[in-house]
């Protein structure tokens, strides 16, 4: 798949089950792309290095997803201008509208594309993370417009009895 160019990351190890529906979109598009934990509270330092090299290394678009106080994809939006997708990760306490809400009201200036909450956020991160890519990669085009083809015909005209 050659050179990283989608960046995962998330808070915890708990939220990879949620990520890991990014990673295989991005598996199933042929995207080459890595997954860290980069915890905006308990490893700020990592958090800093990953968004100063996001750029340099060639990263085109960072899926970031977190639960609760869900700081880190607003902070890593503030340290790179790689694009920065959010991911809301659903949590017990409050079913992830704290993830949400922490994630989607950036200040003006420091965007994050938020998504919705839990793995359907997750999946559709992923497929955004491909249209953006997408836009200067015409195989890449070719191969979404097929994915998302398979899925338009996947769907029945009519409902059955299950
Ligand atoms: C956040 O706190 C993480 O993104 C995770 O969603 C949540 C809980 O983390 P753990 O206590 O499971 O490690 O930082």
Do not use: C
């Not at 959010?86 to 009201?105: C, E, H, K, N």
């Not at 200067?136 to 417009?145: T, V």
């Amino acid at each position: 798949m050659g050179e990283v160019s989608v960046g995962i990351i998330m808070g915890s190890q708990s939220d990879w089950p949620t990520m890991r529906e990014a990673a295989s979109i991005l598996d199933e598009l042929g995207i080459a792309h890595e997954a860290r934990i980069v915890s905006a509270h308990r490893t700020p330092d990592r958090l800093w290095d990953y968004g100063r090299a996001a750029a340099d290394r060639g990263l085109k678009a960072i899926i970031a997803g977190a639960g609760g106080a869900a700081h880190l994809p607003g902070m890593m939006a503030s340290k790179t201008r790689v694009p920065v997708i959010g991911v809301p990760v659903q949590t017990r306490a409050l079913s992830g509208v704290d993830s949400l809400y922490s994630i989607v009201q950036m200040p003006r200036g420091f965007p994050v594309a938020t998504m919705a909450i839990g793995a359907a956020g997750a999946a559709n991160a992923g497929l955004m993370a491909a249209q953006i890519l997408a836009v200067s990669d015409p195989a890449l085009a070719e191969r979404l417009d097929a994915w998302r083809a398979a899925l338009s015909a996947s769907i029945p005209e009519e409902p059955r009895d299950e």
